[in-house]
């Protein structure tokens, strides 16, 4: 039986940004969406957005600037938007603890398990770097999947753009935000942020069960 608790693990670090807001309710259960900064080893900073239960976290007592310590998955839905559907993904946190430590703000670990589902799209950087696009399809319970947008670098990009729709693939990264300029119609330019998984790490399951793993 597949364990949906291994396909989707996500450790994060991170400073809270902005105000609670309310999300949604289920079963008289509500969600609050909020964001928190993360810092990769280049200081760059990466703005993530986290949904969590009342249940979870005290509201009234939890501030702008505190430093917290999130287990959860990284999950994702379709959003009707203009008559289209826009994929929306956000960190479901199961766990919070707030913190001291500021060295836990470069902390930023997800592991997935899942199925390539469309075709990986590669290409090269005008300065000759290879990049693959990877979409892949996680299962969890109640038959619902997750689709995380993962981008691979090197032997590993090279390595995805053969790997076949279907394949289960195991890839660890870090989640990043991009933002990038979007036009529209009538020629506005607006701002737009995307989130996306930097890989790392990966291995690709075989027939015979074995792995075959590549590392960047």
């Not at 039986?1 to 996500?10: F, G, L, P, R």
């Not at 969600?31 to 810092?39: D, K, L």
């Not at 689709?147 to 691979?152: E, Q």
């Amino acid at each position: 039986m597949e364990n949906y608790n291994d396909n989707n693990i996500v450790e994060l670090g991170g400073k809270i940004i902005s105000d609670m807001e309310f999300s949604h309710e289920i079963y008289e259960e509500k969600f609050y969406r909020f964001y928190v900064e993360t810092r990769r080893m280049s200081d760059y900073v990466d703005n993530l957005p986290i949904i969590i239960s009342e249940r979870l976290i005290d509201i009234n007592n939890t501030k702008i600037g505190d430093i917290v310590h999130i287990t959860g998955q990284f999950r994702s839905y379709n959003q009707p938007i203009d008559g289209k559907s826009k994929l929306v993904l956000s960190i479901f946190a199961k766990e919070i603890e707030t913190v001291e430590d500021e060295s836990i703000l470069t902390l930023n670990d997800a592991t997935f398990i899942g199925y390539i589902c469309k075709k990986p799209i590669y290409r090269k950087t005008p300065l000759g770097r290879e990049i693959a696009d990877v979409l892949l399809a996680v299962n969890r319970t109640y038959r619902k999947s997750d689709y995380i947008p993962c981008i691979l670098w090197g032997r590993n990009a090279k390595f995805c753009e053969k790997v076949e729709i279907g394949t289960m693939i195991k890839l660890n990264g870090r989640i990043q935000s991009r933002k990038y300029e979007k036009k529209l119609e009538d020629g506005t330019i607006i701002s737009k942020v995307a989130y996306e998984v930097s890989i790392s790490k990966l291995s690709v399951a075989k027939k015979d069960e074995e792995k075959e793993e590549i590392t960047e």
